[in-house]
């Protein structure tokens, strides 16, 4: 991604970041409900999105369609638009003064799409999406994710233990990376139990906005 990037970051923009299992679904709700408890205007989103571009990439991770990787670098790259430009998408509530809190972003495509059809493409689409204010990056071992998700009716494609594995490595560099062009990052210790995770992440947060949420 470029290097000017700090220059379009959104200090309203919160991202959750990790490999499947992780955590960051179950984290981001529990943030929403601190924002909502102290009347803080929010938004809690996802991608993929709801949206038909988004639908569609849910179908390809569940295995329901068949798609080359670079299809879906494709595919990822247009929901992530559409998201954050489209109408009621995640600029236009920040400018509403509302915080965005995104469940995945421009980093996981780096990621599952880097490692699946090489980094230049994922590199090339991601180039041009604004950096958020600040990235919750939730660290675990894929041992420990994987263990997660296995009471799950079904997974998806990539929720196997040793593409979680080369998830994992890809993160690490890719968070590496958006850290040395000043993208403000915060590891969070996932292995911890859920209430010491969400401690983690309220600090970070309230750091970050200047204010305090509680619990």
């Known amino acids: 991604m470029q290097h000017d990037d700090t220059d379009l970051a959104l200090k309203n923009f919160i991202v959750f970041e990790g490999i499947d299992g992780s955590g960051t679904t179950t984290q981001l709700r529990r943030l929403a409900a601190a924002m909502e408890r102290n009347g803080l205007p929010h938004i809690?989103?996802?991608?993929?999105?709801?949206?038909?571009?988004?639908?569609?990439?849910?179908?390809?991770?569940?295995?329901?369609?068949?798609?080359?990787?670079?299809?879906?670098?494709?595919?990822?790259?247009?929901?992530?638009?559409?998201?954050?430009?489209?109408?009621?998408?995640?600029?236009?509530?920040?400018?509403?003064?509302?915080?965005?809190?995104?469940?995945?972003?421009?980093?996981?495509?780096?990621?599952?799409?880097?490692?699946?059809?090489?980094?230049?493409?994922?590199?090339?689409?991601?180039?041009?999406?604004?950096?958020?204010?600040?990235?919750?990056?939730?660290?675990?071992?894929?041992?420990?994710?994987?263990?997660r998700v296995k009471s799950r009716s079904q997974l998806e494609i990539y929720e196997i233990l040793h593409m979680q594995e080369l998830v994992s490595r890809a993160y690490d560099e890719v968070v590496a990376r958006a850290r040395e062009r000043g993208w403000n990052i915060a590891l969070i210790d996932a292995e911890r139990p859920v209430e010491a995770v969400t401690s983690q992440?309220?600090?970070?947060?309230?750091?970050?906005?200047?204010r305090t949420l509680g619990k």
């Open 44 to 147: 809690a989103t996802a991608e993929p999105t709801s949206r038909p571009e988004g639908a569609l990439i849910r179908q390809i991770l569940k295995g329901d369609l068949e798609a080359d990787p670079g299809t879906v670098a494709y595919l990822f790259a247009a929901d992530r638009h559409q998201h954050l430009h489209g109408k009621d998408g995640m600029l236009e509530a920040i400018a509403r003064g509302k915080v965005v809190l995104c469940d995945r972003y421009a980093l996981s495509s780096l990621a599952y799409q880097g490692i699946t059809c090489g980094e230049d493409l994922p590199l090339l689409l991601n180039s041009g999406f604004p950096a958020p204010g600040l990235t919750l990056f939730f660290k675990i071992a894929p041992e420990t994710a994987m263990s």
């Open 201 to 210: 992440i309220l600090a970070a947060v309230e750091r970050h906005l200047g």
